[in-house]
Every structure is written in structure tokens, then in C-alpha cells.
């Protein structure tokens, strides 16, 4: 069955500190992947996403993710966290009849001054 | 640029009585159009899809109906609300059959059932 996991539902990192948040799909789902931000009572936000060509992605606000095939991962780093980045985070990618995305659980990031 | 609208962005509705939330799409033609619901805590429902005008697909049985009166239109509606109806409502729109483009959200409404 086609899925996408994130693996950690809360993530705590002080401000400076590596931001990782990790995601791993399916090998059945078609290689389109993205990562979704959400601040609260808002929708949600394009991060970054992989379609084809280089495996490192770089997003908005310093986010980069890289597509890992061998691993089917696809984790979503940013070297020194900010105070601003405290959201939750979605993974995500395309069924294969390309009308819908599945969406992972969310990961909560929470940022200790 | 396509713009997406949702409205409105928080409703207190009592037990029992209906609903209609609507959403449209600027700037773009014949889209896929898409509700969802998040309830508190909990990661993304997929409620409803469509890729055309009076197609819907529905993904979870429920209270719930959904409905595409024009092409970048797409309507959320309820005869009689529940409590478990409470939750946060976002529709999405992508462009037809193009999964690499991923999806464009609205603003969300934030619905409470009292």
C-alpha cells in the first residue's frame, strides 16, 4: 500500500541547533515528494518539493530535503534552527492516479530559546 | 497568479443546524479541488475530492456533502452539524492530473460545534 511516515509526531530543538525531521515513503508512490509547513489556524504552506533532476532540494526559509531512492527517505533539514520555524511539518506525496497526495501524520516543531 | 479563497475563517454553529462552507479558485481553469479536515491534534482527513463540475469523490463516509457548481467552485455543506463536525476545514486545489505540482491551500475555516 501506497504511505508516507514521518517518524516522531513532536520534535523539540533549541534556537541554533540542526532542525531534522524525518520522512520515509513508500517505494510504490510515484517520485514526486513535498514538504508542507502549517502555522497555526493557517493553511498549509509549500515548502520545498522533488520532482526530477538534482536529489537536494532547497525550500523557503533555509529548509533543504533530499530525495533518497536506495533509502526511500526524503527528511527535511535546516542547520540553525529560529524561533520563527516552530510549526508543524507535513510530508507528503502523489497516489498514482495523480489526483490526490497522501499526507504524513504531521510533525510538530518546537523551538527552546 | 491563481489565488484560492476560502470563507468564512471561523464559525461557532450550534448542534443540529446546517452548514456551508465555500471555496473558489482564481487565475486557473478546470482544476482539482479537494476539503479536507483536520480535528484537534491530528494530522489531515481527506474529506472530498473533484476533477470536474459535479464530480465528486468522497472519501469518508460521514455528515458531510460536498458539491461543484462551477469549475472553481467547490462547496462543504452539512444538513445538521455533530459535535465530532468540529475541526479545522482547509480546500485545496491543484492543477488536473499533475500530481508534480503538488497542492495550493486556502486559509483554512476553524469550525466549532457548540
Known amino acids: 500500500a501506497q504511505s508516507v511516515t514521518q517518524l516522531g509526531s513532536h520534535v523539540s530543538v533549541s534556537e541554533g541547533a540542526l532542525v531534522l525531521l524525518r520522512c520515509n515513503y513508500s517505494?510504490?508512490?510515484?517520485?514526486?515528494l513535498f514538504w508542507y509547513v502549517q502555522y497555526p489556524n493557517q493553511g498549509l504552506q509549500l515548502l520545498l518539493k522533488?520532482?526530477?533532476?538534482?536529489?537536494l532540494v532547497k525550500g523557503i526559509n533555509g529548509f533543504e530535503a533530499e530525495f533518497k531512492k536506495s533509502e526511500t527517505s526524503f527528511h527535511l533539514t535546516k542547520p540553525s534552527a529560529h524561533m520563527s520555524d516552530a510549526a508543524e511539518y507535513f510530508c507528503?506525496?502523489?497516489?498514482?492516479?495523480?489526483?490526490?497526495?497522501?499526507f504524513g501524520s504531521g510533525t510538530r516543531l518546537s523551538i527552546r530559546p | 497568479s491563481q489565488t484560492i479563497h476560502q470563507w468564512p475563517a471561523t464559525l461557532v454553529q450550534p448542534v443540529g443546524s446546517p452548514l456551508s462552507l465555500e471555496c473558489t479558485v482564481e487565475?486557473?481553469?478546470?482544476?482539482?479541488l479537494y476539503w479536507y479536515r483536520q480535528a484537534a491534534g491530528r494530522g489531515l482527513q481527506l474529506l472530498f475530492y473533484?476533477?470536474?463540475?459535479?464530480?465528486i469523490s468522497s472519501e469518508v463516509p460521514q455528515n458531510l456533502s460536498a458539491s461543484r457548481p462551477q469549475d472553481r467552485q467547490f462547496i462543504l455543506s452539512s444538513k445538521k452539524l455533530l459535535l465530532s463536525d468540529s475541526g479545522f476545514y482547509l480546500c485545496?486545489?491543484?492543477?488536473?492530473?499533475?500530481?508534480?505540482?503538488?497542492?495550493?491551500f486556502g486559509s483554512g475555516t476553524r469550525l466549532t460545534v457548540v
Open positions: 485545496a486545489w491543484s492543477v488536473n492530473g499533475q500530481a508534480a505540482y503538488g497542492y495550493t
Open positions: 517505494s510504490s508512490v510515484p517520485p514526486y
Open positions: 507528503a506525496a502523489p497516489y498514482s492516479s495523480a489526483s490526490k497526495i497522501i
Open positions: 487565475g486557473t481553469s478546470n482544476p482539482n
Open positions: 522533488y520532482t526530477t533532476g538534482a536529489t
Open positions: 473533484s476533477v470536474g463540475i459535479g464530480q
